[in-house]
Structure formats: C-alpha cells, structure tokens
C-alpha cells in the first residue's frame, strides 16, 4: 500500500533532518507573523490571523482531516498535483510530519509563455496524533490528489488498562 516514504523515528531522539528543518520553518513563520503584526501598527487582537496568515504563506496549506478507528488513525491530506515521489513522511509514536514539494519546470518549449500560475509549490504540516501509534507500522498512499496515512496505534498492554482504571 505505501508509495509514498516513510521515515520512522521511534527512539525519541528527534534526529532526522526533518525536525531541524521543520524548527527552522516554525521560526520564519513566528518571524513572519510578527512582521504582519508590526506592519498593523503593533496593534493587539489579531495575532492567531498573523500565525495563521504566515503559516499559509511560509508553510503552505493543504485541506486535511484525521478519522479515529478502534485500531488506527487515518490523515487524508489533499495534495493535488503532486507525485508520491514528492513526499516525505516522518512518523514518531505521537505525530506525522509531511513535507511535500513539487517543482514546476517548462522544459525545451520553444514558445514564448504570456502568464502562469502553475509554480513550485512546499507543504509542511505536522499533524499531533491524540493516542500512540506503531510509527514503524504507518502506512501512506497518494491517490487522485489526496494522501491517505494509516497509523495503526499502539496495542494497550493489561498492565496499562490497570493502570488506566486506577
């Protein structure tokens, strides 16, 4: 099922080169949002519109959704116009990060191009799953536009439903 890549981080180290660069991406959008904020004059009561206006900007945004199963979590993210080759998963025991990014290039057309709003295009998003998951176990599929992840969640052990009732 998995045509997309999946990279699976379970020791909790937060060593792969995507949660630095995710970090570098949450720092231009906090930069950015303050930017809009002092471009308003400084004035208060928009700032949730000054992250999420960057965020879009600096991030992209594509339409998601998450679905809770007995046994998994499924995240539908529409990215239409991309390949699997294009993305990126990680997958920890409590999140996923995408990274998406597609790069538009006319190539060996002679004829002279009067507009386009065809370009390259990046998304990042972290999606916080609200149980553990079996990171080693996720699965993803890119079709007609929409990526499809199945996190299957962690077996609870007796041990913790003892401890959970308690």
Known sequence: MSDVKIKCETDGERTL????????????VRQRAFDLFAGRGGRQGRDVD???????????WSAAEMTE?????EVDVALPGFKADDVELTA????????A???HQRNGETDRLVWSEFGSNEVYRR???????NADGVK???KNGVLRVHAPKKAVTHEQETVAAL
């Not at 000054?50 to 992209?60: K, S």
């Not at 199963?69 to 979590?73: A, G, S, W």
């Not at 999606?127 to 998951?133: E, G, R, S, W």
Request: no cysteine; net charge negative; charged share 35%.
């Open 69 to 73: 199963r007995p046994d998994e979590f």
């Open 140 to 142: 993803a599929e890119l």
């Open 127 to 133: 999606f916080t799953l609200p149980a553990d998951v």
């Open 101 to 103: 990014e597609r790069k």
């Open 17 to 28: 080169p995507v949660f630095a660069e995710l970090e570098r991406k949450i720092d231009a």
């Open 50 to 60: 000054d992250w999420i206006t960057a965020e879009r900007e600096l991030m992209g």
């Open 92 to 99: 920890t025991s409590n999140e996923l990060i995408l990274h």
